[in-house]
């Protein structure tokens, strides 16, 4: 006979969908701004935040029940740890994560997952008629909360990266899909005597160019615009990667990788950071989020996460060999490849 335990496990799976859009329904409301200094009323939160107080109450107990916030004895609503990473001015919040993910153009996506098993479409192509950067490309607003979060998972991630891999020994570090320069900027804070070069599509670089300046790096690092799959600037030494490869299929990361192989001097390096997907399944939640997604990228993107053995096998077959494998605290894969 099925538990109790069992029935309840699986009801939790399958609300899980509600809970996710409570989280994206307060993020963005900014509840968890409201509260920053002091314990508030949903009456008082409903106020500030110009919707109906009772339904916002409903909404933030489910989300107190799932450990986000918390509800005092006299019926006000605080934050905590959990709620806390809701807030825009906290170091390394989810915020933009949540509205990403919780987005009218990706909420859609889900139930045309039998799709993609059908077909090896993406379900983002059956809905909007265009892969996920061509949309992007279309759609200011989006790519702006695109931009964003990967800036903000640069930010999670920076310190794991500097510390995980010895990038003192390189001179000119270009930063492949580097988005808006937070990790290169964090790597040549760490290398005052390296020089950088950021690159990636030139209405993404227009983005670097303040943020650079902010940090006191634009005379350290030259901007350049244009598509790996063309071609990537030659004269560095260190080509770096991060939450590049997972984007496309095995097809797409043989041509990128052979366009930085055809620039790369004998004594350089290829870093590729990526989430390392395990070869079984394990009960480890840093695993559980890279094998969701994995989900992510075979429903939105035409990429997916891969294992050490499929890292080594896209390095063999584009000039390079896998020469060190180092894993994160967060279940991130650093993967060095040497020209072959």
């Known amino acids: 006979m099925t538990s109790t335990a069992a029935v309840a496990r699986v009801r939790s799976i399958i609300y899980g969908p509600w809970?996710?859009?409570?989280?994206?329904?307060?993020?963005?409301?900014?509840?968890?701004?409201?509260?920053?200094?002091?314990?508030?009323?949903?009456?008082?939160?409903?106020?500030?935040?110009?919707?109906?107080?009772?339904?916002?109450?409903?909404?933030?107990?489910?989300?107190?029940?799932h450990g986000v916030f918390a509800e005092r004895a006299d019926g006000r609503f605080e934050q905590n740890e959990l709620s806390d990473l809701l807030r825009e001015d906290v170091n390394g919040s989810l915020r933009p994560s949540v509205?990403?993910?919780?987005?009218?153009?990706?909420?859609?996506?889900?139930?045309q997952m039998l799709h993609t098993l059908r077909t090896g479409e993406t379900a983002f192509s059956k809905v909007h008629g265009v892969e996920v950067f061509d949309y992007l490309?279309?759609?200011?607003?989006?790519?702006?909360?695109?931009?964003?979060?990967?800036?903000?998972?640069?930010a999670l991630l920076a310190a794991e990266i500097v510390a995980g891999y010895d990038f003192g020994q390189f001179r000119t570090i270009v930063d492949v899909g580097g988005g808006h320069g937070l990790l290169l900027s964090r790597l040549l804070e760490a290398i005052p005597m390296a020089r950088g070069v950021l690159f990636d599509l030139p209405e993404v670089i227009e983005g670097?160019?303040?943020?650079?300046?902010?940090?006191?790096?634009?005379?350290?690092?030259?901007?350049?615009?244009?598509?790996?799959?063309?071609?990537?600037?030659?004269?560095?030494?260190?080509?770096?990667m991060k939450w590049i490869l997972h984007d496309w299929d095995d097809a797409a990361c043989h041509?990128?990788?052979?366009?930085?192989?055809?620039?790369?001097?004998?004594?350089?390096?290829?870093?590729?950071?990526?989430?390392?997907?395990?070869?079984?399944?394990t009960?480890?939640?840093?695993?559980?989020?890279?094998?969701?997604?994995?989900?992510?990228?075979?429903?939105?993107?035409?990429?997916?996460e891969r294992t050490e053995k499929e890292f080594r096998r896209l390095f063999e077959q584009t000039g390079f060999a896998l020469a060190s494998v180092r894993t994160t605290a967060t279940a991130h894969g650093i993967f060095e490849g040497v020209p072959a």
């Not at 963005?28 to 920053?36: C, H």
């Not at 052979?258 to 399944?281: A, F």
């Not at 939640?285 to 969701?292: C, D, E, I, M, T």
């Open 283 to 304: 009960d480890d939640a840093s695993l559980r989020v890279n094998l969701l997604m994995d989900l992510n990228m075979l429903v939105t993107h035409t990429g997916r």
């Open 255 to 281: 041509t990128i990788l052979r366009n930085i192989r055809s620039v790369i001097p004998p004594d350089g390096r290829v870093v590729v950071v990526d989430r390392l997907t395990p070869e079984r399944v």
């Open 99 to 111: 509205l990403l993910h919780g987005s009218g153009a990706r909420w859609v996506l889900w139930p």
């Open 137 to 154: 490309a279309r759609h200011e607003e989006d790519a702006r909360l695109f931009n964003g979060v990967m800036s903000q998972g640069s």
């Open 208 to 240: 670097a160019r303040a943020a650079l300046a902010a940090r006191g790096l634009a005379d350290r690092c030259a901007l350049v615009g244009g598509s790996f799959f063309d071609a990537v600037p030659s004269g560095g030494d260190g080509y770096i």
């Open 19 to 65: 809970v996710a859009a409570s989280l994206h329904t307060v993020a963005e409301l900014r509840i968890a701004d409201l509260l920053a200094r002091e314990p508030r009323s949903a009456a008082e939160l409903a106020a500030a935040a110009g919707v109906r107080p009772d339904p916002l109450r409903r909404v933030l107990r489910v989300l107190v029940a």
